[in-house]
């Protein structure tokens, strides 16, 4: 719950502690437009929790991480929550490195539509997925099978 905005996410991101950092909780924190070049400036080896809920995530931000798994090698636990998450948005985490080694997502919040949650159904990179949390009104019928297809009830929650 800290305005860290575009100036401070940079900062952040290279930080000298980001080297032996685990976990990293930004909730609320006002990163906006400023998480896509935290996303790309940041290399956080260890980091295996990643908190970037409630900022107002939008698709450049996701595309950015996305496209910077390299930077985020250890991550296992991911909470999106309450962003400006679409389908497409989805489509591009779904097919990316960065979700390989994860564990625990959460995008809950989002407005994935059943597209996003075929799209993570799919994902040849979600093989060690034990918790998933999504939105059943925001999935569909359509969607909701998908992933109860996929990952099965022990690990999908629909809030």
Do not use: M
Not at 46 to 65: G, I, Y
């Amino acid at each position: 719950n800290v305005n860290l905005g575009l100036p401070r996410a940079g900062q952040l991101a290279n930080a000298a502690f980001r080297e032996t950092l685990e976990e990293l909780y930004l909730d609320n924190c006002s990163l906006g437009s400023g998480a896509a070049n935290f996303f790309h400036q940041g290399k956080f080896p260890k980091l295996k929790a990643l908190d970037v809920s409630r900022n107002r995530l939008d698709r450049n931000a996701a595309e950015t991480l996305a496209g910077h798994a390299k930077n985020f090698p250890a991550l296992t636990n991911l909470r999106l929550w309450d962003n400006r998450l679409t389908a497409q948005t989805i489509a591009t985490l779904a097919n990316s490195k960065v979700l390989a080694n994860l564990t625990d997502l959460d995008l809950s919040g989002n407005k994935i539509g059943p597209g996003g949650a075929v799209a993570l159904g799919k994902s040849k990179h979600l093989s060690k997925l034990t918790s998933l949390i999504v939105d059943e009104k925001a999935v569909s019928k359509k969607g909701k099978q998908a992933l109860l297809d996929r990952f099965g009830a022990g690990v999908v929650s629909f809030r």
